[in-house]
């Protein structure tokens, strides 16, 4: 049974076989300087734990986002990352002027091509032994 994760902090659910939402996890582990995500595979235990408990469809298979006992998927999940993490990654918030609708099928056209576009692992991606602790 998982922790119930502190207010603090953000979990990043991915998926660990993807070349580029294992770079993802990467970008932001390497700019999170305040340590305020979480990170957890998607197909692993706990992120089938999360997706159950907060009723997030088992379609969803790429990021999500949980914060304070909410999900954000698409487009609003790499948004609040954006914010959260500040600086020059504020920059994509500008985003927020296009209709979501709109954000949200660009953010399925690449997660839709990503295998193709990207490749995939042939594991799932493990964190560095300095990142250990972040990963649920």
Known sequence: M???IPPDKALVLFDGYCHLCS?????ILKFDHQKQFLFAPLSGEIGKEVKDRLVISGAIDSIIL???SHFYIESEAVLKIANRLGGFFKLL??????PRSWRDRLY???ATNRFGWFGRRASCLLPKPTDANRFL
């Open 66 to 68: 949980v914060e304070n």
């Open 23 to 27: 770079w993802s996890v990467q970008m």
């Open 93 to 98: 918030l500008v985003a927020r002027i296009l």
């Open 108 to 110: 399925r056209k690449i």
């Open 2 to 4: 998982m922790q119930p």
